[in-house]
Every structure is written in C-alpha cells, then in structure tokens.
Nanobody, 114 residues
Framework: QVQLVESGGGLVQPGGSLRLSCVAR????????MAWHRQGPGNQRELIAW???????TYADSVKGRFTISRDNAKNTVYLQMNTLKPEDTAVYYC????????WGQGTQVTVSS
C-alpha cells in the first residue's frame, strides 16, 4: 500500500525559506516521476514542480526561480527547497505523481506571513 508522508512546513516570514520532504513507502520510487502540488485557501490543488526518474525538473511559472525540486532515490524521498517565499505561497503542500494518481498524504502546511 502506497503511503506518502510530507513534512517540513511551518510559519515563515516573507522572503524566508523552507525545505519540504516527502517519504514514499510501498512503491518503486526510483522509476517514478514525482511532483509537488499545493492547495491554498479557497483554491484548487495545483501542480507546482515535478521531477522525472532521471532527474529532469520542471516548474510552474508561479514558483520558477524560487523553488527547487530534488530527489534521493536511496531514501525514497523527494524534496522541495523553497526560497524567497511570498504570502501567496501559503498553502498545504503535497507530494504525488504528476497526475496525482497515488493516495494523497496529509500534506504539510506552509504559512508565509509577517
């Protein structure tokens, strides 16, 4: 049974940084393209970054240049380094596949506020 466990969220001031982690259990992680999604207050869940099994990265325009996705296949973990955070980045962040086909985890709350 696949389980995704996100962590690393918190309260941060505008301009600050956070690093999110997501451990994937019960799946063949190394051949899976993985992604980060987020859902802000009153918004639909959106795809913001993804990384292929080979390590190629793609970003939504809203986070390009500020966020970096990476993966450690030995640890079945995907990361999201978030820099220069803005209030509009406030959301619950989830990892999943590109199309969100795995069972969703609980997510990790990121709040950007002064």
């Amino acid at each position: 049974q696949v389980q995704l466990v996100e962590s690393g969220g918190g309260l941060v001031q505008p301009g600050g940084s956070l690093r999110l982690s997501c451990v994937a259990r019960g799946m063949i992680f190394g051949i899976s393209h993985m992604a980060w999604h987020r859902q802000g207050p009153g918004n639909q869940r959106e795809l913001i970054a993804w990384i292929t099994a080979g390590g190629s990265e793609t970003y939504a325009d809203s986070v390009k240049g500020r966020f970096t996705i990476s993966r450690d296949n030995a640890k079945n973990t995907v990361y999201l380094q978030m820099n220069t955070l803005k209030p509009e980045d406030t959301a619950v962040y989830y990892c999943n596949k590109y199309r969100g086909t795995l069972p969703w985890g609980q997510g990790t709350q990121v709040t950007v506020s002064s």
